[in-house]
């Protein structure tokens, strides 16, 4: 049977010596940030000072994890503790599609909600909206309040795709029902031109699909009318996810709060405000990583601000690893040079080769957190949910959190190990899905079929119709396939993720 997670029950060294809990919980959520794209993982063509103080400042993982090598799903495990391939319909979803987690279950801002914390969640959300089908122009439900979040301030899917509008709480920003928005992903909905119809209306060209709604001189994908007033502008997007995330922090910093701060940066379409344009001399993407930085910074600064900096765990992350063309014309493949996004690792977003799912885990909190440490522990995001629970003094089990462990001590860098295997999922939805598994310095890539590299993207996918067997202490670029070698190992490894599969284990 799915065992639940069971959080510590133990005094924790900071119940006894110091700080009990942090004031804030600050989770900034990078999108398509790879792990060498940051100054502090190597990266010396861009600069990123801001978050670059993070590690400073406190503790970088080297063996951090998100569930998957795409958005939804990694967004869906980090939110409620579950593996997503254990539930079909959480692969990367269409912009109209119903919310997938389902009211009612635990969840990361549930626990903390109750633990009495304010939550709330600003940014690019990706897991749906609604039961059947949305009508924009009412109010939205079920959504993030329904499942944790006190407050919320979103891009509904993403950038490249249709409504492009923010919807505060449960309603689209700056709404005219004289203009009403009808969204569909099946047909056009009048004859207006579209990014194939009409390119030389655009100023950011597709490279593949994104073709269809012209917003902002951007094609995108899907159809959409209406909604002219509420439409966002994509150079301003930042400035604006980031002025309600402040918003938020000064409108709760007098009590303890929990922010999710999901940047749509570095994700296409990357079209980053003026003022960072040119500021990488890597093109839009470079840019691009340039502004998330600079959102990092307004976020540590309103914590100064506020002089709260202190006690508060700041946590910063990306949903997958990186993707160079994704989808547009912007320079990204020319101008890459030297730069590593995915760092070490091979593979990218889509990949279950590490550069699918090792992301950057910077932890900061200055009351218990060693400043300048680094840990090399095994964690997951999908841990996020049981650990952040302990913390926070909720140490029920969470029966439909099956997966996800206590794993604070490894996080904050007081435990030099942390989980002894964790599952890794590239494309795919539900139980189908095709995964690897880790174990210590072990990783075993299951059998799969499909191309091995992206057509599109020209990520190397990792697909083998023979198993896969590295030893990453010796290969963290995972070049010398050791299955052949090692029958035994990769018997045992396949059992172990069957039992995972099943819930046996």
């Known amino acids: 049977m799915l065992q639940g997670l ?11 010596s110091g700080e009990k809990q942090p004031r804030a919980i600050v989770l900034i959520y990078g999108d398509d940030l790879g792990y060498g794209d940051l100054g502090c993982q190597g990266a010396v063509r861009v600069k990123t000072p801001h978050t670059d103080r993070l590690a400073r400042e406190g503790l970088k993982h080297t063996s951090a994890y998100c569930t998957s090598a795409t958005c939804t799903p990694s967004r869906y495990g980090l939110l409620t503790g579950e593996y997503p391939w254990r ?37 690019k959300w990706h897991l749906g909206l609604g039961k059947g089908k949305v009508d924009w122009n009412r109010d939205i439900s079920p959504g993030p309040l329904d499942i944790g979040f006190d407050a919320s301030f979103l891009v509904p899917a993403t950038g490249d795709r249709v409504p492009c509008v923010y919807v505060r709480n449960r309603q689209v920003e700056n709404l005219d029902l004289a203009d009403p928005i009808s969204v569909s992903y099946s047909k056009a909905l009048d004859e207006s031109p579209t990014g194939k119809s009409r390119p030389d209306l655009l100023k950011v060209k597709p490279s593949h699909g994104h073709d269809m709604t012209i917003v902002n001189g951007i094609s995108r994908i899907g159809h959409m009318t209406g909604g002219a007033k509420a439409r ?13 995330a402040v918003r938020f922090i000064e409108e709760s910093a007098d009590k303890p709060f929990f922010l999710f701060f999901a940047l749509h940066d570095i994700h296409v379409p990357r079209v980053p405000h003026p003022r960072f344009v040119g500021s990488s001399g890597m093109g839009p993407r470079g840019d691009a990583i340039v502004q998330a930085d600079w959102c990092v910074g307004q976020i540590l600064r309103a914590l100064d601000a506020k002089g709260i900096a202190n006690n508060s765990l700041v946590m910063l992350s990306s949903d997958n690893g990186p993707v160079v063309d994704d989808g547009y014309q912007d320079e990204a493949v020319a101008k890459l040079g030297d730069h590593r996004p995915a760092g070490p690792w091979r593979g990218g977003k889509y990949s279950r080769f590490e550069g699918g799912t090792r992301v950057p885990l910077l932890v900061r909190w200055p009351a218990r957190v060693k400043p300048g440490t680094e840990s090399s522990a095994l964690v997951s995001q999908v841990d996020f949910l049981a650990s952040l629970s302990a913390l926070a003094g909720r140490t029920e089990a969470v029966s439909t959190a099956p997966d996800s462990q206590n794993q604070l001590r490894a996080m904050l860098g ?32 299951e059998p799969a079929k499909g191309p091995a590299k992206s057509a599109l993207t020209n990520t190397e996918l990792a ?37 995972i599969r099943k819930g046996e284990k």
């Open 463 to 499: 697909n083998d119709s023979k198993p896969q067997l590295y030893d990453l202490a010796i290969d963290p670029g995972e070049a010398n396939n050791l299955a052949a070698g090692e029958p035994g190992r990769v018997s045992n490894m396949a059992k172990a993720l069957e039992a």
């Open 87 to 123: 539930r079909k319909g959480t692969t990367v979803l269409p912009g109209d599609a119903n919310l997938v987690i389902e009211p009612g279950r635990t969840t990361l801002p549930g626990q903390l909600q109750k633990a009495g914390y304010r939550t709330g969640v600003v940014g």
């Open 232 to 244: 966002w502008v994509d150079e301003d997007m930042a400035d604006t996810l980031t002025r309600e």
């Open 414 to 445: 007081e435990e030099p190990r942390g989980r002894q295997s964790l599952v890794i999922q590239g494309m795919g939805d539900g139980p189908a899905s095709k995964l690897a598994l880790r174990e210590g310095n072990w990783k075993y890539l």
């Open 6 to 16: 069971m959080v510590g029950l133990c005094l924790l060294p900071s119940q006894a």
